[in-house]
């Protein structure tokens, strides 16, 4: 029985698979292929590159790229820099209020960032940082999954090393920087990961808050690329989509197994 349920959860999970790489095997054969091809399949087709460089020269492309390493670099940055500290404290530290406050701090992973959206607005207006990235961005520069995966990270260190660190005369910062930090190696690629994937993406709040080029992300870029008064054909569109997403195959295809490991390690603790 057991293992026929094993046989169905895997049946199950491929199918689920499949589902999710179709829209991606789409875009992969229409952008490598002409346009005749994009909605029929052929073995002959010929293979081609023309789509990305007609996508690329359409469009700021290039500009679109360094907002948007520029944005995910300066969140990420603050993010790590903000729930380290947090974290630290949280886990190392009895203070008057110290659980309140972590579960304050839980409650903003059950808030959707869109509800915040008019009150954010005014905020970023009241500071004159409409379209820019740092208005993009500041939001964002408190997470709260960060802290919570950080601390379960921090709480798993054993006492002993921190002692030791003590011994050699380490502040509570060097302990920090020397032990804590270097042990959340997996954890700190895990969250980075998540958060460079999560602003890579993000469209909504970036649509209000730009309104030009020079300020515009990836995302924004290629919906008004690929918007239909354009009259891009579609394999152009599926070249950008690709162009779009590919950083963000590869940096997973890369830390893969770091990914699954942090959060493995999260959940037991």
Not at 10 to 19: F, V
Not at 46 to 57: C, G, H, I, Q
């Amino acid at each position: 029985m057991r293992q026929k349920d094993h046989s169905v959860e895997t049946i199950a999970a491929w199918a689920l698979a499949l589902l999710w790489l179709l829209p991606l095997a789409y875009s992969l054969w229409s952008a490598f292929h002409p346009s005749e091809y994009a909605t029929r399949f052929d073995l002959t087709a010929p293979l081609t590159l023309d789509n990305f460089v007609r996508a690329w020269n359409q469009a700021p492309f290039a500009r679109y790229y360094l907002n948007t390493l520029m944005l995910v670099t300066m969140v990420l940055a603050c993010q790590l820099v903000i729930a380290t500290l947090a974290a630290y404290a949280f886990a190392r530290f009895k203070f008057f209020g110290r659980d309140v406050l972590f579960a304050l701090v839980l409650v903003q992973l059950m808030i959707m960032p869109d509800v915040l959206i008019v009150e954010n607005y005014r905020v970023i207006s009241g500071l004159n940082l409409l379209d820019t990235i740092p208005a993009i961005g500041l939001p964002y520069f408190a997470s709260a999954f960060g802290i919570f995966l950080l601390r379960q990270t921090f709480k798993g260190v054993p006492n002993e090393l921190v002692e030791a660190a003590r011994v050699e005369g380490a502040s509570s910062f060097g302990v920090l920087w020397r032990v804590f930090v270097p042990l959340g190696k997996t954890t700190y690629i895990a969250f980075g990961l998540v958060s460079v994937s999560y602003h890579w993406n993000n469209f909504l709040w970036p649509l209000i808050v730009t309104n030009s080029v020079e300020s515009r992300p990836l995302t924004v870029g290629l919906a008004v690329f690929g918007a239909p008064e354009t009259g891009v054909d579609w394999s152009v569109i599926t070249a950008a989509t690709v162009m779009t997403m590919a950083p963000l195959l590869l940096a997973f295809l890369l830390f893969q197994k770091q990914f699954v490991q942090s959060f493995m390690r999260a959940g037991i603790r």
